[in-house]
Nanobody
Framework: QVQLVESGGGLVQAGGSLRLSCAAS????????KGWFRQAPGKEREFVAT????????DYADSVKGRFTISRDNAKNSVYLQMNSLKPEDTAVYYC?????????????????WGQGTQVTVSS
């Protein structure tokens, strides 16, 4: 059973930066694509970023392109999300995901494993 644990969330002023981490255990980490999603109050969970198994390819939601960077370290069983130039609209609970089961990586239903989430709050 794969377990994902996020960390690194917190309160930051607009324009600031945060780095989220997601540590995995219980599975073959390097074999899985990884993703980050977020969910703001009253809204559906939405795709933020994804990275392939080897880390060569990444993709981002239009709303975070140029500001967020996803990376992974298979030796540490970890995936990261570097968030720069944060905006109040980035406020949400951020979730790490693993094991893509379908072709559409932006779909929540196509990810098998999820972390418990970490809160990111951006003040204006």
């Amino acid at each position: 059973q794969v377990q994902l644990v996020e960390s690194g969330g917190g309160l930051v002023q607009a324009g600031g930066s945060l780095r989220l981490s997601c540590a995995a255990s219980g599975g073959t980490f390097s074999s899985y694509a990884k993703g980050w999603f977020r969910q703001a109050p009253g809204k559906e969970r939405e795709f933020v970023a994804t990275i392939t198994r080897g880390g060569r390819n990444t993709d981002y939601a239009d709303s975070v392109k140029g500001r967020f960077t996803i990376s992974r370290d298979n030796a540490k069983n970890s995936v990261y999300l570097q968030m720069n130039s944060l905006k109040p609209e980035d406020t949400a609970v951020y979730y790490c995901s693993a094991y893509l089961t379908g072709a559409v990586f932006t779909a929540v239903a196509n990810w098998r494993y999820w972390g418990q989430g970490t809160q990111v709050t951006v003040s204006s």
